[in-house]
Structure formats: structure tokens, C-alpha cells
T-cell receptor
Framework: GAVVSQHPSRVICKSGTSVKIECRSL??????MFWYRQFPKQSLMLMAT?????????EQGVEKDKFLINHASLTLSTLTVTSAHPEDSSFYIC??????????FGQGTRLTVV | GQNIDQPTEMTATEGAIVQINCTYQ??????LFWYQQHAGEAPTFLSY????GLEEKGRFSSFLSRSKGYSYLLLKELQMKDSASYLC???????????FGKGTRLSVIA
């Protein structure tokens, strides 16, 4: 299947700092990238949908000024958690699609805010 | 609204067969997916159904009944490494994001 490379896999940051997570589609053009968050023992919850070259669409309850999403090219999307707080500690996963196909997931990023 | 239900936990014996059920209510339907997720890792794709019937892929099979809003994942010849969470996900139309169920945590015991 297609590959989505997500980095970093783990990051620990201090409260109040910002963290950037990158997702690259290596062998296909991801016209759409979905960003999910998963808390322990819970399911994947959609945070936002981004289409290349346009603004992201955020789910209800997700602060767009806190979770900045950029999808400047068909192979790269980034999520920046700004002014991180301990409650933002979670597993963040991106998922790319090329039209009406299955979703290919990145490896996930375990964020710990201390 | 959208609602996807699956059992929270299941336990099965090594070498046996286990069936994980999923029911869904969505505004539209454009495919049902099953993913396997080990703790701390990203989900990996197992199967995709868009038409009614059974899709078989090695030890894993997935069934769909669109009229009943029902699917199941069948795992045969269970191995210890099959211990994981199994996520049922539905796409309701076009290129919309997958909506995930809460996942079923399967424990395979000797």
C-alpha cells in the first residue's frame, strides 16, 4: 500500500512551547489529509481535514488557532500545536487519501507536554 | 448523526476463530473499513467492503450487509500476535474522512 511518513514519532516539550508534526506522502499525492487525535484507550477522533492549497476545516471543539494545519503541497501536511499544555498530550495521527480510496496512516506522533 | 458500535473487549483462544461485529448508522455510505491497531502504533489496513458480501484475505475475512448496517471481521487460526484493537470505520460519502468506532480490544490467550 501507499506510504505516509510522519515525524517525529515521539516528542516531549515544555508547557507553553510549540511543536510541529510533519506528514509526507511518499509514493502518492495526498489531495486530502486528515488529522486525528487519540487519547489512551479511546478511538481516533478527527480534528481537521485539509485539502492541498486551501484552509483546513476543523471539527467542532478543535481550536484552529491552537492547532495550525498547513497543506502547502500534495505531498506534505503539517500540524503545529501552539502553546502546548499537558492536556494536549496525546497520540496524533495523520491520514492521507488520493481521491476516493482507502486512507493511509502515518506512524503517529506521541506528544507529551510537561 | 453518525454512530458506529462494536464490542469493547473480546477474548479468544489461540488457534480458534473469532468474529468481531460492527453496526453503523450514517447519513450516507461509501465503504466500511477494518483496521488493526497495536498499542502505541498507527492503525494498519485490514479490509474494505463497499458491496454486500464476504471479502476474504488469508486468515482475515470481512462481511457487509448494507441493508442491516452491519459488518463483521472474522479472524481464523488465531495467533498471539493478533492481540490488538480492531477498529471499524465508515466513510459516508465521496472523499470524506473515515469515522471510527471505539475499537474492540482482542486478547488472544494460550
Amino acid at each position: 500500500g501507499a506510504v505516509v511518513s510522519q515525524h517525529p514519532s515521539r516528542v516531549i516539550c515544555k508547557s507553553g512551547t510549540s511543536v510541529k508534526i510533519e506528514c509526507r506522502s511518499l509514493d502518492f499525492q495526498a489531495t486530502t489529509m486528515f488529522w486525528y487525535r487519540q487519547f489512551p484507550k479511546q478511538s481516533l477522533m478527527l480534528m481537521a481535514t485539509s485539502n492541498e492549497g486551501s484552509k483546513a476545516t476543523y471539527e467542532q471543539g478543535v481550536e484552529k488557532d491552537k492547532f495550525l494545519i498547513n497543506h502547502a503541497s500534495l505531498t506534505l501536511s503539517t500540524l503545529t500545536v501552539t502553546s502546548a499544555h499537558p492536556e494536549d498530550s496525546s497520540f496524533y495521527i495523520c491520514s492521507g487519501t488520493q481521491g476516493n480510496t482507502e486512507a493511509f496512516f502515518g506512524q503517529g506522533t506521541r506528544l507529551t507536554v510537561v | 448523526g453518525q454512530n458506529i458500535d462494536q464490542p469493547t473487549e473480546m477474548t479468544a483462544t489461540e488457534g480458534a476463530i473469532v468474529q468481531i461485529n460492527c453496526t453503523y448508522q450514517t447519513s450516507g455510505f461509501n465503504g466500511l473499513f477494518w483496521y488493526q491497531q497495536h498499542a502505541g502504533e498507527a492503525p494498519t489496513f485490514l479490509s474494505y467492503n463497499v458491496l454486500d458480501g464476504l471479502e476474504e484475505k488469508g486468515r482475515f475475512s470481512s462481511f457487509l450487509s448494507r441493508s442491516k448496517g452491519y459488518s463483521y471481521l472474522l479472524l481464523k487460526e488465531l495467533q498471539m500476535k493478533d492481540s490488538a484493537s480492531y477498529l471499524c470505520a465508515v466513510r459516508d460519502s465521496g472523499n470524506t474522512p473515515l469515522v471510527f468506532g471505539k475499537g474492540t480490544r482482542l486478547s488472544v490467550i494460550a
